[in-house]
């Protein structure tokens, strides 16, 4: 069983940084992409940042230039989001999702999420 858990979240003032941190644990074949998404209260949730096995990166418009993926390849299936220059409408529930291969040669992949850790951006 995977069990994958969400660090870092917290109430930081506009302009402040804060750093998440994701782990995923468990019955670990490998690792395929990683990512964080977050869902504002009455939104859907949206893709925040990405990052695939070979360390390519995307990231939604909005968070370009302020926050910043990477993962622990030693660690393999740990990722981390350093969020700077942070503004109120970053505030949501963060989620981190991860894509664990099935097998060895990871044909096929099964995503899992976290529960979320909670970001507050204050004026």
């Known amino acids: 069983q995977v069990q994958v858990q969400e660090a870092g979240g917290g109430l930081v003032q506009d302009g402040g940084s804060l750093r998440l941190s994701c782990a995923a644990s468990g019955s670990i074949v490998g690792v395929n992409a990683m990512g964080w998404w977050r869902q504002a209260p009455g939104k859907q949730r949206e893709l925040v940042a990405g990052i695939n096995s070979v360390g390519s990166t995307n990231y939604a418009n909005a968070v370009k230039g302020r926050f910043t993926i990477s993962r622990d390849n030693a660690a393999k299936a740990t990722v981390y989001l350093q969020m700077d220059n942070m503004k109120p409408e970053d505030t949501a529930l963060y989620y981190c999702?991860?894509?664990?291969?099935?097998?060895?040669?990871?044909?096929?992949?099964?995503?899992?999420w976290g529960k979320g850790t909670a970001v507050t951006v204050s004026t």
């Open positions: 999702r991860v894509e664990l291969c099935d097998t060895q040669s990871c044909g096929r992949l099964t995503p899992y």
